[in-house]
């Protein structure tokens, strides 16, 4: 069972065609992404300026889409055999950087908890350069 203390939950939802440029870039600006309150109590501190965690889960139904209709469609959602090789290797570089990154397990039915300091909730994503579309 993945546990921090405060940093970020990350819920990581990879899709079809998601590249391993995309990931480190994704990563990077989950790193550096100002979030944390500084002394003044505006957003301006990053997870690596306040030394939290990372908490890191698998969640294929980001991916769903759900314009159309009352069902969610998945036909954009990676491959599992994809989605865990980008996850994998996401886990490999936050660890790399940062010194508490717990995860949870691929693919899994899981329990997750959490105490939000706020509500603030964001998604991130990053756009591919010219040369990964």
Partial sequence: MGEIGPGLLVLLGVQRGDSAAEADRLLDKL???RVFDDESGRMNRSVLD??????LVSQFTLAAETRKGTRPGFSTAA???DAERWYDHV??????????????RFGA?????????????FWLEVTPTPAES
């Fill in 91 to 104: 886990v490999s570089a936050a660890r790399a950087r940062v010194s508490t990154v717990a995860t949870g």
């Fill in 79 to 81: 491959a599992p055999v």
């Fill in 31 to 33: 790193l550096t992404y």
């Fill in 109 to 121: 039915q899981m329990q997750v908890e959490l105490v939000n300091d706020g509500p603030v909730t």
């Fill in 50 to 55: 306040t030394g939290g965690g990372l908490l």
